[in-house]
């Protein structure tokens, strides 16, 4: 299975050595690396590659993501495989409405699913209030998203969802982690802002795994296709998010791996500090390639590319009659 390499830490140089991608800082080499088993390479702004290195892996098929100082994605290189036959197929189908409400309503029922399974595991060692309450209005939600007729109906299904489990999200964790509530762009909290980090760093892995896949990251099902974001991302998001991050999040505040200290709030909001940044990666990185029982005994990052190789079967067994003025273009 081909692994994503994250590669942040200021100072050090990539270059090529045959097949083996080479790592070296102040001219000593750290680490080398079979070329043909990174499917995705993930640079800060301060890591130098030589062009050698970046036409061998896009030539080869691997990505090359960069990231700014606050790991946003910047931009990606060796992103044209999505296969013309399959882009076609996906301008086509994903514009119908009937196929589109198949493909959201998979991606909700998945969503809902994960976060009933996380709040189930923790009511076994914490006091959660109004659980059964909870329970019951997650489980009838999931329920209505089989009889719900439109994607925006779906959308609100999905945003009540979210809003009661994040209702209780906050005794989920042990002190001195508060959370009143989800809050975003800039979070202003620790658990807010490790949250919107750590979607951050799936976005990456689910935008990688859709392009191995050939499909296209801007033509979505359930969020809106618009010109700003590329949407099918934020879709499959969906699926992966109480399942990884989470769960990753409430492992790293719980077993206090990471501290108060390792953030930073201002006036402008709250963030990873910059020397912390450093001891995510480590331990993000360890967690998506460790194997996890709950996971059918594979690592987080090969569970993603196995779910989204399942989403992309289940979409082409989707059976429906497109008529030719249903198909609306994408601006």
């Avoid at 399942?243 to 990753?248: A, G, K, L, N, S």
Wanted: net charge positive.
């Amino acid at each position: 299975m081909l692994e994503t390499l994250y590669v942040m830490t200021p100072g050090i140089s990539i270059g090529q050595d045959g097949g083996l991608l080479v790592l070296e800082k102040d001219h000593a080499v750290i680490k080398e690396i079979p070329m043909a088993t990174v499917g995705s390479l993930v640079l800060g702004r301060t890591i130098q590659i030589s062009t050698q290195v970046m036409f061998s892996l896009v030539k080869q098929g691997s990505l090359i993501q960069f990231v700014d100082h606050k790991y946003q994605l910047v931009g990606t290189l060796g992103d044209e495989h999505t296969i013309l036959q399959r882009l076609l197929w996906q301008v086509e189908y994903f514009q119908n409405k009937e196929f589109a409400l198949s493909g959201a309503k998979y991606i909700v029922k998945h969503k809902i699913k994960g976060q009933i399974s996380l709040l189930n595991q923790y009511k076994k060692t914490r006091e959660i209030p109004n659980f059964k309450a909870i329970n019951h209005t997650l489980h009838a939600l999931l329920k209505r998203v089989d009889r719900t007729k439109k994607v925006e109906t779906l959308r609100g299904i999905e945003g009540l969802a979210s809003r009661t489990y994040f209702s209780v999200f906050g005794f989920l964790l042990s002190e001195p982690w508060q959370f009143s509530g989800r809050n975003r762009y800039p979070s202003t909290d620790p658990v807010n802002a490790i949250l919107s980090y750590g979607y951050s760093f799936l976005e990456r892995e689910v935008r990688a795994s859709l392009l191995a896949v050939g499909l296209d990251v801007r033509i979505g099902v359930l969020h809106s296709t618009n010109n700003r974001k590329d949407s099918f991302v934020y879709d499959v998001m969906d699926i992966f998010r109480q399942d990884i991050i989470d769960r990753f999040v409430l492992k790293l505040l719980n077993r206090h791996m990471l501290s108060l200290e390792d953030f930073d709030i201002s006036e402008q909001g709250c963030f990873l500090s910059k020397s912390a940044n450093k001891k995510w990666i480590k331990l993000y990185e360890e967690y998506m390639d460790t194997e996890v029982t709950r996971l059918d005994n594979v690592t987080p990052r090969k569970w993603i590319q196995r779910e989204v190789q399942s989403f992309m079967t289940y979409l082409q067994a989707i059976d429906v009659h497109i008529p030719r003025h249903d198909c609306e273009n994408i601006s």
